[in-house]
């Protein structure tokens, strides 16, 4: 990804580094994060010791942790989030009715966040939790808000983020995401056909406000074997957009 701060501060840009590896590693020693970051363990023993201290990192027995401080930062940022707020009761009902597993996602740097999820009583357990990033034109949710940007914007982010994902399904060219979101802008909805996890579907709309902004979307999603015919493309769909369009009442009125 493109480096956009005009002056970068080295030992910030490393310390969110240290960060990201302590997650994608599960947890680390100063030597395997060493190796892992390509840097000296003197170096990176510093880094540690400072999150340490500052309460970002826990260390048990050696292994080197993120910290739950993340957490307050995390909640609070969601709940500066108007649409959570406005959203949440709405997206609950969603999950009880059809029993699967209800979305709502924003965007914040070209990439999508989920701001908050709920569970139906068939819900099935995918990869991912509130807080976790996804490439947009990779989930139905995603696609219903790139489908309500500017068209520099999208252009934005795709020169930013590329395209294609670990699904084989993804959509891998620009010919290919700009057919997809004019067929979002026809339908009102967006569908995500395994293209994010294998045997997974979803569907989505957007969520506007009332300067008809996209200001985030939500969507239910759960496995092909539910998500086909005529509930996908129809009784689905029409769900969503239901509970869409209420949400943006809410947000206009409230």
């Known amino acids: 990804m493109a480096k ?3 002056n970068p501060v080295k030992s910030a840009e490393t310390t969110f ?3 990201d590896a302590l997650k994608d590693l599960d947890g680390a020693g100063v030597t395997e994060l060493a190796q892992h970051l390509g840097i000296p363990k003197s170096t990176v023993h510093n880094y540690l010791s400072t999150l340490e201290q500052e309460e970002y990192v826990v260390n048990r027995d050696g292994v080197y ?25 709405e997206v609950d009902r969603l999950a009880a009715e059809t029993g699967e597993l209800a979305n709502i996602l ?24 509130v807080g976790t990033r996804v490439p947009l034109h990779t989930t139905a949710l995603g696609k219903a808000i790139l489908a309500h940007m ?20 993804s959509i891998r060219t620009r010919a290919e995401l700009e057919q997809e979101l004019a067929d979002v802008r026809e339908r009102g909805v967006a569908f995500d056909d395994e293209e994010r996890l294998e045997g997974l579907r979803c569907v989505a709309a957007p969520v506007l406000n009332h300067d008809d902004d996209i200001i985030g979307a939500i969507s239910v999603s759960g496995p092909t074997n539910r998500f086909r015919g005529d509930r996908f ?4 769909p029409q769900k969503v957009l239901e509970v869409a369009n209420v949400i943006e009442l809410n947000v206009t009125y409230s």
């Open 150 to 169: 500017p068209t520099e914007r999208v252009d934005a982010i795709v020169d930013r983020h590329g395209l294609g994902g670990e699904a084989s399904k």
């Open 65 to 89: 942790e993120v910290g739950l401080r993340f957490l307050e930062l995390g909640a609070y940022a969601r709940h500066r989030e108007k649409l959570f707020e406005i959203a949440k009761p």
């Open 106 to 129: 924003v965007e914040e740097h070209g990439r999508g966040s989920y701001l908050y999820r709920a569970r139906g009583d068939k819900a099935v357990q995918v990869k991912a939790h």
């Open 4 to 6: 956009t701060a005009q």
């Open 17 to 19: 580094e240290v960060l």
């Open 233 to 236: 493309r129809e009784e689905l």
